[in-house]
């Protein structure tokens, strides 16, 4: 029957050595698709609400206010440098005026962008709702 080919140490197997690594890869690559699932995705933008259809014919002009933030991002209101400060202050004036000023952010295009996020997240914070961003074209490049 084969028990008496079997002797001690002839018939038992060779003790292994190796690793079965494939049910470890298995496991990593499962617990690697949950984390990239259960991360939420970070995103640092500012919503801003824009309007939809065609706006309202006014006969009234409203007062526009010209917000330039230069290479070294400088922030300059109506041609004059201001600090942050003062930008807040000249935007809680501008808030409350009826009707609302328009607002055009022209930035330069090596400016910083924190500098940028700060002026509209300011204008937003204060109700500005007549933004515009002018010179768009130079970063199209």
């Not at 617990?31 to 939420?40: E, N």
């Not at 970070?42 to 009234?60: D, F, I």
Request: aromatic share 4%; glycine share 4%.
């Amino acid at each position: 029957m084969g028990l008496n080919s079997r002797r001690f140490g002839h018939g038992d197997p060779e003790v292994m050595m190796d690793i079965n690594t494939t049910p470890l890869i298995d496991v990593m690559l499962v617990l690697l698709v949950m984390l990239i699932i259960t991360i939420p995705i970070q995103l640092h933008a500012v919503n801003l609400e824009m309007p939809v259809g065609t706006p309202p014919a006014s006969n009234v002009k409203p007062e526009m206010v010209q917000i330039d933030i230069d290479e070294n991002s400088t922030v300059y209101w109506q041609g004059l440098p201001v600090s942050a400060a003062e930008l807040e202050e000249k935007m809680n004036v501008v808030s409350t005026m009826n009707p609302q000023p328009e607002v055009h952010v022209r930035p330069n295009k090596s400016c910083s962008y924190a500098v940028f996020a700060n002026v509209l997240s300011s204008s937003k914070r204060k109700g500005l709702n007549k933004m515009a961003v002018i010179g768009h074209e130079q970063f199209l490049l």
